[in-house]
Nanobody, 127 residues
Framework: QVQVVESGGGLVPAGGSLRLSCAAS????????MGWFRQAPGKEREFVAA????????RYADSVKDRVTISRDNAKNTLYLQMNSLKSEDTAVYFC????????????????????WGQGTQVTVSS
């Protein structure tokens, strides 16, 4: 069974950048579609970005589009989320998620689409 661990969160001023990483162990990531979600206090977990198994297809939430980039390095078994121009409303715990199955270009976006989750990494943007 694959396990994922997020890292790279922290405190950053508004307008700053962060790169989150999600390292996997147990199985090669090339067999999974992967995604990033976030959850702010008192709010539901929401979709941020996702990438297909082949890495050729990506999708982004409208709230982060043009500010974040999702990528994966299957050789390193790692998923990334580059976040730029951060805003206070980006403050949340960010979770990495993986999904087995689906075609090489399939990009899941719903919480229920993913089967395994990391513990999350806190991102705090100060205004």
């Amino acid at each position: 069974q694959v396990q994922v661990v997020e890292s790279g969160g922290g405190l950053v001023p508004a307008g700053g950048s962060l790169r989150l990483s999600c390292a996997a162990s147990g199985r090669t990531l090339s067999t999974f579609a992967m995604g990033w979600f976030r959850q702010a206090p008192g709010k539901e977990r929401e979709f941020v970005a996702a990438i297909s198994r082949s890495a050729s297809s990506t999708r982004y939430a409208d709230s982060v589009k043009d500010r974040v980039t999702i990528s994966r390095d299957n050789a390193k078994n790692t998923l990334y989320l580059q976040m730029n121009s951060l805003k206070s409303e980006d403050t949340a715990v960010y979770f990495c998620a993986i999904r087995s199955g689906g075609g090489p270009y399939y990009v899941p976006t719903g919480v229920a689409d993913f089967g395994s989750w990391g513990q999350g990494t806190q991102v705090t943007v100060s205004s």
